[in-house]
């Protein structure tokens, strides 16, 4: 893989991935841009014990233009768009747009005596899958998964040395129905300053865990669900996909390695290879399940930077709010009130809908 960096007009980086060593990618970027926003502002809620961002710069950001306007695709003729090379094969960018910056202008006051606020130091990128607009995630070849997950572990080493940075989130959104702003296949990458809540609630039940037992908790999970077979719905020598038997979503599955490891960059030369034709099986799966391409997000879970990585077993999780052809599975009064999720479908029948899609 070369690895290719580059500024852009607003001093943004740029990165190319190819997988020819003979790729030029000296493209300067002809457009006119004003400068990057400023770093956003992070709110401490002390009712929950979490941050929140309020980032208002992001009302403005591009949202679903058409596909001769498409800001990921490449740069061809008078054409400019965020890649300034008319082909590519993964590339990631500085988010124009983004919940987290290194553009610190000031220390915000406090808010309240309960709500202090402090800039939103951290970063977003961007990652582009492929320069097919029309293309998807599952219809890449396991060469180009392999790419990307290179790709992932490169900016994750990066932003992991960022000053401030505890926690590197990379993911894809896919489908309007998930709330996607651009069609062209991509995801993100978050470099939060904080663990995250969702994060520490399972380091907190990792770390019981291994008090009592000197185990790793996702691992002894791993284990007894791949002992029981009943919501395997693919697995290889490096990585099992299973519905977890608590499964929040309709329709949920998680990705991981056998070997726990806590972050992407850690993973060697063959769970990288074996991990592409997995999910790519797991991804059809998701769109045969009823003929139409399936709305999921895709969630990287890694170990926090500087804290308890002992305890973390990286996995990726998969999941889709459509729970019927027809029907989509809305987070209404206890899922978005109290936290607690109602799921219509039985993981065990998920698991059997996705062996035979």
Known sequence: MKRTQIELADGRELIYFDERDDAVRDQPDRRELPPPP?????RYDPLTDEWVAVAVHRQTRTFLPPADQCPLCPSRGDRLSEIPAPDYDVVVFENRFPSLSQRVAEEPAVITPFTPARPGRGKCEVVCFTDDHNASFAGLPPGRVRTV????????TALSELPGVEQVFPFENRGVEIGVTLHHPHGQIYAYPFVTPRTRTMLAAARRHFKHTGGNLYADVLAAERAAGDRVVASNEHWT????????WPFEVHVAPHRPVPDIP??????????????????RRFDGLFDMPMPYIAAWHQAPVHVDRELGHLHLQLFSVRRAKDKLKYLAGSESGMGVFINDIAPERAAELLRAA
């Open 38 to 42: 400023h770093a956003s502002q992070l």
């Open 149 to 156: 997950l290179d790709a992932l572990a490169d900016r994750t």
């Open 241 to 248: 996909a299973y519905v977890p038997a608590a499964a929040r």
């Open 266 to 283: 850690a993973l060697d030369d063959a769970e990288r290879d074996a991990f592409g034709p997995l999910y790519l099986d797991v991804l």
